[in-house]
Structure formats: C-alpha cells, structure tokens
C-alpha cells in the first residue's frame, strides 16, 4: 500500500484543532471526498464543524469519526518537538491525534479513495459522518448531525466507528455498544463553626463517611451477557471553608455511573438516595445523564467484521462493550447496526500519543473490504 494514509494522517495531525476546534481538517477531508463524486454538507453548529457526506443511493454503508483532539499537555512530556508536528520513529507515528482519531479518519477516506477507483459502479450507498465536538460536551457536534439526517428522513443500515478499540494488534477487540454515564453532584449539610469547639458544630465529613464506605463497597448491579456490573467511583471532594480552624458548613461530592442495560437510571438514583436517608444525611443533589447505553443486537455485521478482520489479521477477536462513552450512542438512534473498531488505545489522551504505521494500513485495508462485501 502506498503512503498515502500516512500523508493524510500527518495533514491532519499538524493542525491544533484541540476540542471542540476543527481548523480546516474537515475542508482537507471534503475536498478529497468531493472529487470523487461525494455529496458534501456542511452542518455548522456552534463552535462545531460537523460534516455530512455521501455517494450513491441504497443500503447505506457509513463510517463515523471526529477531527477534535484533547489538549496535549506538558511538552516536555513528549519525546518528539510538537506535539503537533507529526513525526515517524521506528516504525510509529507519533502526535497528538494520531489514534483518537485522525489516523482512523485518513485510514478511511484512503479506504473509501480506493474502495470507488476499483468499483466505480458499486450498489448502495457510501457515507461519511464527521465532527469537532466528540472530546468535549458533544452538546454541538454528531447529534447536530443525528438531528439533520432526522429532518430529512435519512436512515443508515450499516456504520463503523472508527474510535481506538483495540488492545494489542488491529482487530482484536471490536465494541459493540457502550455502557451509560450518569454524573451525580452532591452536596452535603453541617454546620459550621470553630475547629476547637466539636460540640457547636457539626462535620459533614464525618457525618459522610460511612456513606462514602457504602456507595464504594456497594454492588449497584451484577451486569449481564453484554456488560459489566456497575461501577461507580467518586473523581472530586471538596468543602466550602479555606480555613485550618473551621470546620466547614458544606462539602461537595461528585461521581460518576458507568451503567450497562441491566439497571435503569431510575434505580440507580432510588439506591443512592435511600442510602442517603439511610444515614440521616442532610444532602441536596444534581444528576447528569451524559449518555443511555446502548447495543447492537444483531450479528451480521459483527459476523461480517470478523470476516474482514480475520481476512488480514487471524487474531482472535473479543466483542465488546467496555470503555468510554462514544459519539456512537447518537447514531445508534438512526442505525440499524453500528460497530466500532480502530487503532490500538494504548496511547491515547497521554503524551506521546503514536500509533504504529502497519496499524493504520492494514485498518484501512478492513474498512475497504467491509466495502467491497455490503456495497456489491
């Protein structure tokens, strides 16, 4: 294979289009799709760029990404000069990007380039969904784009995300869903006073602690076939007082749900909060739904996935549900099937972010024949 996916990724690598900023990636992408014969929309929203393009009429084959990065942190943590200045070492590209996920991003525009020169005339139709608001709130970016193919009745059988989920070598784990993420911010009451005198005051960090024993000792839910049990883990505490002899009035704790299908949001806040009044605390709280679950329950493109997979790559392939939250969530909603494979995640959201050069061409090679199998 030529290096044309390596010329891509570095393209677009080099622009800082940190999140939710897309600085002209999208503008490289269209061009290429454009002259081969794609429909392009521009879906602006926000400080979003969204991208819609398609070719072709049919059963709908689409491939889903985004062109925002994290911020790459400390320099001085990369062993290259910029984090966006792409560069090659022993085999691997190395920058900010390069796995979550412009290295999927030009492994199928290369694909797709490929995929209409040896079949010109194929049956069915090819499309291409891409934003800049995946790293951030998401609040502007693939559900703007979900929103718009809604008004116009669009529909897609078939979609491949192209989000890093391989552990080791190309292939080997595919996700097939994600698990929900439900955000809780509670804030806990005591009154407040000298540090010196115990008995006028009353700690909310010590009338919390047996509470915060529970919900980390707690099984919220067991899982099922497809997902883990529920976890929960608390990422911030905080109190309102700045001062070492005061005890303070209030205390702020926040966490997070990571949630399969075998329990509802509802219940998970019923067991939260008669923990709460089980303790006799004085709370008030907030939840945040940041994403519902979701599955792909049939198997044929699972079926036809390994295929390809197994094709260039004979590994053994896990089905899985694991990780974070993806923009997949928002196109489950106008998908028949949607699957997510890409780059090894190893690196990912870390300094040094790289990604071995083989990985991105072999993974264009499997989005290409996905092609040639649905769109005959």
Known sequence: MSCSIIKLAKKLIAIPSISPLDLGCQNIISDRLFKIGFNIVSIKDKDTNNLWA???DGV?????????VVDPGNIKNWNIAQPFQPVIKNGYLFGRGSVDMKGSIAAMVVAIENFIYKKPNYTGRLSLMITSDEESDADF???SIVKYLKLINEHINYCIVGEPTSNNIIGDVIKVGRRGSLYAKLLIYGVSGHIAYPETVENPIHNSLFFLHQ????????????????????????SNTKSSNTVPGTITIECNFRFGTDIS????????????????????ISWYLSAEPFLTHSTYLIQLLKKSIHKFNLTDIIVS???????GRFIKEIADELIELG???????????CVKVKDLQLLSLIYEDLMHIILK
Request: glycine content about 8%; hydrophobic content about 35%.
């Open 265 to 284: 949001v509802l219940e998970i806040k019923k067991k939260f909060e008669k923990l709460l009044l089980h303790f006799n605390i004085k709370y008030s």
């Open 215 to 238: 919900i980390v000792d707690m099984h919220w839910s067991l899982g099922n076939k497809y997902f883990l049990p529920t976890s929960m883990q608390i990422f911030n505490i905080f």
């Open 343 to 353: 780059p090894v995640n190893r690196t990912i959201h870390k300094a040094n972010e």
């Open 321 to 327: 549900t694991s990780g974070g939250t993806s923009d």
């Open 54 to 56: 398609y070719k072709g």
């Open 141 to 143: 970016g693939t559900i």
């Open 60 to 68: 709908t084959l689409s491939f889903a990404g985004h062109t925002d």
